[in-house]
Every structure is written in structure tokens, then in C-alpha cells.
């Protein structure tokens, strides 16, 4: 992959959460700052929203770091839709309990010998809530009632929540959810990086794998990178990796803003697809029909399609990077060899990937017309 041919220990852009990672923006510092205030109190709530991308994740594994485990103890769990049996019994899990009968009332009896336990052993828990914005009303009103185990007037259980805007509205707005919003200690949203924090979050994440300036960048990118990316770090990531990639494939040593500008056409024609496809196929196939008996269709995950298709990029991109490793390390008596073979694998991998490029906008087509489709017709059969 492109670490390979800029010489870099590791991947600077990967999409997945790593504390090794962190960056102080403006916004994550102050997060911080309201994490370290909220857990130094020990109870109640605290309240960390922001967009899809934005570092919450990121943001609370650099804040685990820190904890003393000998001190702390740790549940995490990451929320579906659960109302407010489900929710005990996924707490109950996370503390690694095996509740009998998997009724309730067992469920919060564990959980509060749990939670006696370890503040007799000097201490306390600290329950971590990531997707908090797919809890019910009602689930959150139970993890409310959580927070109310003591010991003498000591609380025994502080919970961070973590979420997207819509959780945060929910939270301010939700007439259900008076007494939590009065446990909540300390609350931050997260805000996209400036624009001025782009040049520092690219090169800060570049030396953490090894950067020595190759490749450079031209001051436009980081300008034109802020703008396509929203500020948003998850998004920044994406664009990074793939301008990487091209330089990688293109064998460049300096990034400009016309290499910036191929990528983000490419993503956009990735996504484009006929707007009038959904109600055309729906008009002249009657097969499509019986699918409005199907209202609990799942939905499908945009974040693991791109997933899958990052892996797809970065497989080719290291069929590329073994042909230019292989050119290079071929001594010159066997060059005259090897190279008309190089040629051939060249071909080979350009015929690939055009196939796969070509498949992958039809994928995408296809995916984002069926779930139009099926959104428009759920939304049909609500409203009948």
C-alpha cells in the first residue's frame, strides 16, 4: 500500500478509532477538559455529542488511557434499538455478569452487588454508553435509575454518554427526560476542526507513522481539504487515504491540488446515480410490486460498504506497490528479465481495477436506487 512507498510504519488515515491518534483540535481539547471535570466528580452524567466521524470515539479511548484501572472500572457497551429490560441486561453484561433467568429484577440485583463490590475494593465504575442516540426514552430513564446505587452517600456508578446530534436534541428537548438532564454534570458537542487545524491534523498524524516530508504538500490542498471534508476528521481520513493512494500509483512526491481535486471527482462519481431510476424501474416492473408487504427490510450499513470498499482500494493499491517493489529491487543483470513480466502484471492490474471500478459504481447505483426505493415505500405504508 502507499505506507509502503512513502517509506511510512503504519497507516496515518485509518478510519478505525486509535488513542495513538489524538488530536488536541480546539473542540476535542474542551471535551477533554469537560470529561476530566465530570469524572473528577465521580457521578452523574456526562454527555459528549457530534456528527458521524467527528472523534468521539477516538477522543474517549486517549481518555481511558489515562484512568488508573486499579481505581476505575470500565463497562462499555455500544447501543441498538433497546427498551428498558434490554438495556439492564446489556449493562449487566458488560460487567461480565451471567444473569440466571435473564429477568430484571435478577439483572439490577447483580448489577448492584456488582457495583458494592467494587467500591469495597477501593473502586469505582464508570459505564460507558457509545450510539446513545438509538436508546429509547424509556431505556434512559433506566440508566437513570442505575445511577442511584450507593453506598452510605457514596454513588456507585457514573455514566458517559456518547452520541449524535439527534441524541443531543433529544436529551434537551425530551419531556420524559427531566431527571436525567439534572444528573447531567458536564456536556460537550463536538465541533468540526477549523480550517486552520487541517495542516497541523494531517502532518501530526503523518509523523506519528514515520513522515519525513515525502510526500510534501502544496498549502491549496490543506485549504481545499478542509472545504470537501466539512472539518469533519473521519472524512478528512478518506479524502487523505485515497490522495495518498493516487500519489502511491502516480509515484508522486508531492501532493497538489489537481491530484485533490481527481480525488474528490471520483468519490463523487462514485456516488452519483440516476435520480429518476427508483420510480422508473417501479413503473415498468411490476415484479417490484410485491415488495410493499416487505416493510422491516433491513437497511443497509454505508459505513461497512465503505469499509469494504476501502479494503478493495487498498488491495490493488498493493498488487501496484509489490510491481514498483519488485522494479525496484531487480538488479540490472536480470532486469531485462523481469521487466517485460512487470509489463505484463502492469496490464493485468489495470484491467482489474478498471473492472472493479466499474463494478463498484454499479454496486453503488444499484444499492442507493433499492434503498430509495424501500424508504419511499415504508414511508408509503406508514402513512396508509
Known amino acids: 500500500m502507499f505506507d509502503n512507498f512513502y517509506g511510512l510504519t503504519g497507516k496515518p488515515f485509518q478510519l478505525t478509532p486509535d488513542p495513538e491518534f489524538y488530536f488536541r483540535s480546539i473542540t476535542h481539547r474542551k471535551a477533554l477538559s469537560y470529561l476530566g471535570y465530570g469524572l473528577a466528580q465521580g457521578e452523574g452524567f456526562i454527555v459528549i455529542t457530534g456528527e458521524v466521524g467527528s472523534g468521539k470515539s477516538t477522543l474517549v479511548a486517549h481518555m481511558l488511557e489515562s484512568l488508573d484501572t486499579q481505581q476505575v472500572t470500565v463497562a462499555q457497551i455500544v447501543t441498538s434499538k433497546l427498551d428498558e429490560e434490554e438495556i439492564v441486561h446489556v449493562v449487566a453484561a458488560s460487567m461480565g455478569l451471567d444473569i440466571e433467568g435473564h429477568d430484571k429484577a435478577s439483572a439490577l440485583t447483580e448489577i448492584e452487588g456488582f457495583l458494592h463490590a467494587e467500591a469495597r475494593a477501593g473502586r469505582r465504575c464508570l459505564l460507558i454508553v457509545d450510539e446513545s442516540q438509538n436508546l429509547s426514552v424509556p431505556a434512559l430513564e433506566e440508566l437513570r435509575m442505575l445511577s442511584n446505587f450507593q453506598l452510605g452517600n457514596h454513588p456507585l456508578l457514573q455514566t458517559l454518554l456518547l452520541g449524535q446530534p439527534e441524541f443531543r436534541a433529544t436529551l ?18 463536538l465541533e468540526p476542526m477549523q480550517k486552520s487545524e487541517i495542516e497541523p491534523y494531517i502532518i501530526h498524524r503523518l509523523k506519528k507513522v514515520g513522515w519525513d516530508g515525502n510526500p510534501a504538500f502544496d498549502q491549496r490542498v490543506y485549504a481545499e481539504l478542509f472545504e470537501a471534508s466539512g472539518g469533519i476528521p473521519r472524512r478528512v481520513n478518506q479524502i487523505a487515504n485515497r490522495l495518498l493512494l493516487l500519489g502511491a500509483v502516480e509515484e508522486r512526491s508531492r501532493i497538489d491540488a489537481a491530484m485533490l481535486q ?16 427508483p420510480s422508473a424501474l417501479k413503473q415498468k416492473d411490476p415484479e417490484f410490486e410485491p415488495v410493499k408487504a416487505m416493510p422491516t427490510v433491513p437497511r443497509v450499513d454505508v459505513e461497512q460498504f465503505e469499509a469494504a470498499l476501502a479494503e478493495r482500494d487498498a488491495q490493488i493499491a498493493e498488487l501496484q506497490q509489490a510491481i514498483v517493489e519488485l522494479a525496484n529491487q531487480t538488479d540490472e543483470a536480470a532486469a531485462n528479465i523481469v521487466n517485460p513480466e512487470i509489463e505484463i502484471m502492469r496490464e493485468q492490474i489495470a484491467r482489474i481495477e478498471a473492472k472493479c471500478f466499474e463494478q463498484e459504481r454499479s454496486i453503488r447505483q444499484t444499492l442507493t436506487m433499492l434503498i430509495e426505493w424501500i424508504e419511499s415505500e415504508m414511508d408509503s405504508s406508514k402513512a396508509a
Do not use: K, T
Open 262 to 277: 481527481s480525488v474528490l471527482q471520483e468519490m463523487e462519481a462514485e456516488r452519483a446515480f440516476p435520480s429518476a431510476a
Open 172 to 189: 434537551q428537548n425530551d419531556g420524559g427526560l427531566e431527571q436525567l438532564r439534572q444528573r447531567v454534570i458536564a456536556a460537550h458537542h
